[in-house]
């Protein structure tokens, strides 16, 4: 006859619960899982099924229950991790969307917002045409496999347990924060460069020809030269939105000792 004693229930529950917490965490708010077309009952399902298959990896989970003070706190740092992880890759991808909408302000497209289907909100158009780009390129990379891979090892730089990021990584992640604006720069600076190009011929023009009515005649240009601009960079933008990706990874390895 078996017979299952409490403890080794609750054990069973804890080896499962705590993982599911990490990567379910992670699921929300990462980029093409926490999309808002990716209902919560999908990502559930989809954190659950990874749960199970990554557990004959993961180390043995620690003995104290799950409704006890240490459980308390090691489920608190498991959400952290989680969202941590998810968070730092999602801000490339809101680096892109910046980037977008500065190179959008210079061209006279700061008006025309559409629907983001990655987040239901209303986002700048060339913004939101470059956080596109950038899905298909982490598609196209396999980042989506890169992310299950790096939440996994994460179990073993950081085991389950009530000791979690330590404050000085977590002041490591607020300076993280900056690489939005310095990924946003690069995605822009190119167009920005070309567009003031652009105006400085304009001034010139006003300078000789003050007579001209620069507003009706600049922005048809500015607005062409500037579509322009965004067919011409494409091929330079994949490659920097390769090394954001790479470089958000990398950090997110050292943050969890992987």
């Known amino acids: 006859m078996l017979v299952l004693t409490t403890a080794q229930i609750e054990g069973w529950i804890a080896g499962v619960f705590w993982p599911f917490l990490r990567i379910g965490a992670c699921l929300m708010v990462a980029p093409v899982f926490g999309a808002q077309y990716v209902t919560p009952r999908i990502r559930i399902v989809l954190a659950g099924a990874l749960t199970l298959m990554a557990l004959p990896l993961l180390p043995p989970p620690p003995v104290f229950p799950v409704l006890s003070a240490d459980g308390i706190v090691t489920t608190i740092q498991q959400l952290l991790i989680g969202v941590a992880l998810g968070f730092l890759l999602q801000l490339m991808f809101d680096a892109l969307t910046l980037g977008g909408q500065i190179l959008a302000n210079g061209m006279g497209l700061e008006f025309a917002y559409n629907l983001d289907p990655l987040r239901g909100v209303q986002a700048p158009t060339l913004g939101q045409f470059y956080s596109l780009i950038g899905t298909l390129v982490f598609l196209a990379l396999d980042g989506h496999v890169a992310l299950i891979e790096t939440l996994v090892e994460s179990f073993r730089g950081l085991p389950v347990g009530p000791v979690g990021l330590s404050p000085a990584e977590l002041h490591q992640m607020a300076n993280w924060g900056?690489?939005?604006?310095?990924?946003?720069?690069?995605?822009?600076?190119?167009?920005?460069?070309?567009?003031?190009?652009?105006?400085?011929?304009?001034?010139?023009?006003?300078?000789?020809?003050?007579?001209?009515?620069?507003?009706?005649?600049?922005?048809?240009?500015?607005?062409?030269?500037?579509?322009?601009?965004?067919?011409?960079?494409?091929?330079?933008?994949?490659?920097?939105?390769?090394?954001?990706?790479?470089?958000?990874?990398?950090?997110?390895?050292?943050?969890?000792?992987?």
């Open 178 to 258: 900056g690489q939005l604006f310095a990924g946003a720069l690069r995605v822009a600076l190119p167009g920005m460069t070309a567009l003031l190009v652009v105006n400085l011929a304009f001034g010139v023009t006003s300078r000789a020809a003050p007579a001209l009515n620069l507003f009706a005649v600049g922005f048809p240009i500015t607005l062409v030269f500037g579509l322009v601009i965004v067919l011409l960079s494409l091929p330079v933008l994949q490659g920097v939105v390769r090394g954001l990706i790479d470089g958000a990874f990398l950090f997110m390895r050292a943050l969890t000792g992987g």
